[in-house]
């Protein structure tokens, strides 16, 4: 049964990536790997994907998770936010994306606290059908 809507909106969702990388500013995380959780989501129009059932027009999330996995693996990063931007950017950057949140967690990084997270959103402007963007 076809869809009604021919606007369909999907969102694809990256839970608990669990990568190791360079983070804080103290001596010891300078010179040692720790832990980051990242949770991803991200919005794109699926409806071509869904009208054609061919792979090469979804948007392929395995290519922007690896981009994603070699930015983390490979960086240094002083901050949270840094790294949450820097995370953000990469899905920003693929023209089909919509829409897209990153949450990184530093694991043990309070006493007491399972972990400290940074959250981050972005979206591109909302265009009407004359291609004029929305305020």
Excluded at 57 to 66: G, I, V
Excluded at 100 to 118: G, Q
């Amino acid at each position: 049964m076809p869809l009604s809507d021919p606007y369909a909106l999907a969102q694809i969702r990256i839970k608990n990536l669990r990568l190791r990388t360079y983070i804080g500013i103290n001596e010891d995380e300078i010179k040692n790997r720790q832990d980051v959780v990242i949770n991803a989501q991200l919005t794109y129009a699926a409806d071509r994907a869904l009208a054609s059932q061919a792979i090469d027009e979804a948007l392929n999330y395995r290519t922007l998770t690896k981009r994603m996995i070699a930015h983390v693996e490979q960086g240094r990063f002083s901050l949270l936010e840094t790294l949450t931007r820097e995370l953000l950017d990469i899905l920003m950057s693929h023209s089909s994306v919509l829409a897209a949140e990153v949450e990184v967690d530093k694991p043990h990084a309070l006493r007491f606290a399972d972990s400290v997270s940074v959250t981050l959103k972005a979206r591109r402007p909302a265009q009407n059908p004359l291609g004029e963007q929305d305020e």
